[in-house]
């Protein structure tokens, strides 16, 4: 769900940088191949996802999430020179296309893919990571969040998609398990004195933490 008018988007992207074309093809194919397309990143949060990766000019990525690998050529414009980004996704059907992109984007060297459940690979993962971007199942983000707290760098962010869920989070006769977890997600993050952290209306809502 995007929480502006069509016409609204449609300034922003004329407005905003322009969408390589690797990912408007990633885009396309997305939607024409595979289901719940839903899942894309999409033009103006994956560049802002880059944009936030250029600043940190990370050297270490964690993402939780993969899909067809839009977001994690994103993240992984901003990669210091020998930079790594770490993503996980538990569906082996996408590897394909995750890696007919990820060989013309130019990262592949520094792109690792993770196939399984996300609480299982992390517990073998222990990296300390400058960006951790959790874009999987909703209903685990708090095993997430428990998770991959402990494993930032010193001022790392952790970056948190689909936050509003559409609007659902307002709602209290909302009961499904995908809702309760992200509203109490977002009340357990930014009451978490570790960080500081914000909410932003992109697309479905995404949040950025900053370790204090």
């Keep these: 769900m995007d929480f502006i008018s069509d016409k609204l988007a449609d300034y922003l992207n004329k407005n905003s940088e322009k969408e390589p074309e690797i990912l408007f093809r990633l885009s396309k194919e997305t939607h024409q191949k595979i289901l719940q397309p839903r899942m894309l990143s999409g033009h103006i949060q994956g560049r802002f996802l880059s944009f936030i990766s250029k600043i940190k000019s990370p050297d270490k990525i964690l993402e939780i999430g993969t899909y067809t ?6 993240l992984a414009e901003g990669l210091s020179k020998n930079g790594k980004i770490d993503t996980i996704d538990k569906n082996e059907e996408l590897i394909k296309i995750q890696n007919k992109y990820f060989e013309e984007s130019g990262y592949r060297n520094n792109i690792i893919q993770h196939t399984g459940n996300a609480l299982d690979v992390l517990k073998n993962l222990n990296e300390k990571y400058d960006i951790i971007f959790i874009d999987a199942d909703k209903e685990n983000y708090i095993n ?6 402990n494993k930032l760098s010193k001022n790392g962010i952790i970056i948190s998609d689909n936050v509003l869920w559409s609007g659902k989070v307002l709602d209290s006769k909302q009961k499904d398990e995908e809702t309760s977890t992200l509203v109490e997600f977002n009340k357990i993050i930014n009451q978490d004195k570790r960080f500081n952290s914000i909410i932003l209306p992109i697309r479905d809502g995404i949040s950025i933490s900053r370790l204090i």
């Design 69 to 74: 690998g839009y977001s994690t050529i994103c």
């Design 144 to 149: 997430y969040f428990n998770q991959v707290s």
